[in-house]
């Protein structure tokens, strides 16, 4: 089979941001099982090392860089060190991400917390885009996925920095897939609905299962591995006529009228 048609990733060297936690974890661990060559990144004293250990202990290739997304400095420095530590880097997930809920007329939080916000959720895409595309471009079969919300699409009250952010980064998928394409060079963002993660940890099972049945087609939360799998599918090689698109891994949160 051509490279162009396989539906391996392995070999592959993937790039994941807030990978101590959630869908990043989950993320790392799913291309890790498929052959990857994985670099989890997180803020120091995630569990990023605990984890590329228990991948290493199965067999597969994975390392930890501490990575804050909100340090400019960092970022141009570890993506290099993971280019030259893995020879190359084909797949970039920006996945690191924050609850930033604050009411509009909270005059003593919502500067703060917008900043946060579009730092953390949306400039630290296109900063590690820009670091990552030099070695992008040496892939085969360059592969850039952003993560980003059912509130890019619709909205919760107290919500609008997170929503601003994350409007930001569909609005960014698609500029730079636009602007990328000539390069074969896919660009896709997905925007999970509601996600069984550490940022949905403080919400209740009786609260999660009241909105799941009340939001959801499918009546629940969903998992992290089940955004991983799309994320995945998003990046084999033969997923090279995609690009620009923001897909909802959402139990059809976004179809759901009644
Ligand atoms: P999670 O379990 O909290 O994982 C997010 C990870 O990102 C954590 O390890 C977190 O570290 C890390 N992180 C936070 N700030 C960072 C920074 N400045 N630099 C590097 N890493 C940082 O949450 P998740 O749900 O898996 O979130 C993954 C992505 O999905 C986020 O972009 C989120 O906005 C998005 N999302 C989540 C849901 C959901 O329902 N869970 C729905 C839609 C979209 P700490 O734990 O130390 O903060």
């Known amino acids: 089979m051509s490279e162009s048609l396989s539906r391996s990733v392995a070999g592959k060297v993937v790039l994941v941001t807030g990978a101590g936690s959630g869908m990043g974890r989950a993320t790392a661990e799913v291309f890790a099982a498929e052959g990857a060559l994985v670099a989890l990144t997180d803020l120091a004293g995630s569990a990023i090392e605990d984890i590329a250990a228990d991948l290493r202990a199965k067999g597969h290739q994975a390392r930890a860089w501490v ?3 909100s340090d400019h400095v960092a970022i141009r420095a570890v993506v290099p060190e993971v280019a030259a530590a893995f020879g190359g880097l084909d797949v970039l997930v920006n996945n690191a991400g924050i609850s930033s809920f604050c009411p509009i007329d909270d005059e003593e939080h919502y500067d703060l917390i917008w900043d946060r916000a579009v730092t953390v959720l949306l400039t630290a895409h296109q900063r590690l885009i820009r670091a990552a595309l030099p070695f992008l471009r040496q892939s085969s079969s360059p592969r ?25 980064v569909t609005g960014l998928t698609r500029a730079l897939a636009v602007e990328l394409g000539k390069e074969g060079i896919t660009v896709n963002a997905i925007c999970p609905g509601p996600i069984v993660t550490g940022m949905t940890e403080k919400v209740s099972e009786a609260d999660k299962e009241v909105f799941a049945h009340r939001r959801t087609a499918l009546r629940r939360y969903g998992q992290p591995e089940e955004v991983a799998h799309m994320t995945l599918s998003l990046c084999l090689p033969a997923a090279s006529y995609i690009t620009g698109v923001t897909i909802p891994v959402d139990g059809g949160l976004m179809a759901r009228n009644a």
């Open 67 to 69: 990575l804050d997304v």
């Open 144 to 168: 850039i996925v952003n993560i980003a919300s059912t509130e890019a699409l619709g909205a919760t009250s107290r919500d609008s920095p997170y929503c601003a952010a994350k409007a930001g």
